[in-house]
């Protein structure tokens, strides 16, 4: 009888605990990755119940899944321009929040890109340059950006292979694909390439500033967890993951 009391008495705390239990499924820019992955284990220490799934890619293309209508609760944004427009156009539950400023860089597995400038990119023993897609991912916007600066877009051009997002792009080179690339900062510090290669931060005025941002998406207008983990975001514990990746946060930024 005693065991069939506490077997009872368990049940009743395990439905009691499901019964409290949320899920939210992020989408995030690939800039995140490490980052948010570890954003994602200090929050569920206190909430160990709640379901955080978080879903990777590029920015431009999570803005148009949501706009059909793709049932992400928060996107973090590479670019603070997509969740702009998407609460712009009725899609958002809560105000547009500023959440970091990101940095480019030369990265490469096989050259010592802490040596090189985007000039460097010119020497003729350097045939496969790996960038974003400047269509849809604001990182390849920005390596564009720096590169037409620079004065090198149409010359380099021919050399460039395009990844569908930052981390892809960075895969490239990590494999020996590409020979250099354009990558986050992030992805450059990450306990995955940070001894696997080296980097040189791209001068920050060769480009437009890249604020990134996120909204709860009105999907999520009702969900707790969602407001919970956004407000998450301004916690110094995420604060702290974000300085550690090379972030640099809104009320540090100068001019945003």
């Known amino acids: 009888m005693k065991f069939l009391r506490l077997f009872f008495a368990v049940s009743a705390l395990l439905a009691m605990a499901n019964a409290h239990a949320e ?23 206190d909430h160990p ?12 293309k999570f803005y148009a899944q949501i706009r059909q209508g793709a049932p ?9 321009g997509y969740p ?3 609460a712009a156009a009725g899609l958002a539950a809560s105000e547009v929040r500023p959440y970091a400023v990101g940095r480019i860089v030369l990265w490469s597995a096989s050259l010592d890109a802490s040596t ?23 990182y390849g916007q920005r390596a564009e950006q720096a590169l037409r600066a620079a004065g090198l877009w149409e010359k380099l051009k021919p050399k460039l292979v395009y990844g569908e997002n930052i981390a892809h792009t960075a895969h490239f080179v990590q494999t020996g694909n590409a020979q250099v690339g354009i ?3 992030s992805l450059a ?7 696997k290669g080296r980097y040189r931060l791209i001068p920050d005025n060769l480009h437009e500033p890249l604020v990134q941002g996120y909204i709860i998406t009105r999907r999520a207008a009702g969900n707790a967890l969602a407001r919970r983990f956004a407000d998450y975001m301004a916690s110094a514990p995420a604060r702290a993951v974000m300085i550690r990746y090379g972030f640099v946060l809104p009320d540090e930024a100068t001019g945003q």
Do not use: Q, W
């Open 49 to 60: 119940t709640d379901e955080v799934e978080v879903i990777y890619g590029s920015s431009g």
């Open 84 to 86: 702009r427009e998407l």
């Open 183 to 185: 990558i986050a900062l």
């Open 23 to 45: 899920k939210i499924i992020i989408a995030a820019a690939s800039d995140l990755k490490f980052a948010m992955d570890e954003i994602v284990t200090t929050f569920k220490v």
């Open 116 to 138: 090189m400038t985007l000039a460097s990119l010119a020497d003729p023993t350097i045939t496969c340059i790996a960038i974003a897609n400047p269509k849809h991912a604001p």
């Open 72 to 80: 992400y609760d928060l996107f973090f944004s590479a670019d603070i």
């Open 189 to 195: 510090l990450s306990p995955e390439l940070a001894s």
